[in-house]
């Protein structure tokens, strides 16, 4: 099972490309992997086969459901497969850049099962309020 792990800042190029870090790229099997729109602001990345893991989850459950209708239009609309190139990096949709409110600063973390990009600031902000909430319990 792999495990994303690590905190990177890489910065976001022109043709809105951002390189994946090495110990992260090492953990995807292939070339390819999904990029969708995550929860508080962030741009998923999963791994292709992971991807479709979850996503079989996702059909299994009932579409009488309205959460799991709400959640499966909120995760497929904005997702896309794309190529990893050969230095390691990937396009970001627009619309998913504008999302996550991306420029030039990023984060990208690993988040065990996927990897998550934020926008730096964001990501600060983000976590200090964890860290506090964390912390009160």
Not at 16 to 44: M, N, T
Not at 53 to 64: C, F, G, L, Y
């Amino acid at each position: 099972m792999r495990m994303f792990l690590g905190e990177y800042s890489p910065s976001i190029t022109e043709g809105s490309r951002i390189a994946l870090p090495k110990k992260l790229r090492e953990q995807i099997r292939g070339d390819e992997v999904v990029l969708s729109r995550g929860f508080e602001k962030c741009v998923f990345i999963y791994d292709k086969e992971d991807w479709i893991t979850e996503a079989n989850k996702q059909v299994d459950n009932p579409i009488n459901d309205k959460r799991t209708r709400e959640l499966k239009r909120y995760m497929y609309a904005s997702a896309t497969d794309t190529a990893i190139d050969d230095q390691g990096r990937v396009v970001l949709p627009p619309n998913l850049k504008e999302y996550a409110g991306l420029d030039k600063k990023t984060i990208v973390i690993g988040a065990g099962d996927h990897v998550e990009v934020w926008d730096a600031q964001v990501w600060k902000e983000y976590l200090a309020k964890i860290s506090e909430s964390l912390a009160a319990e």
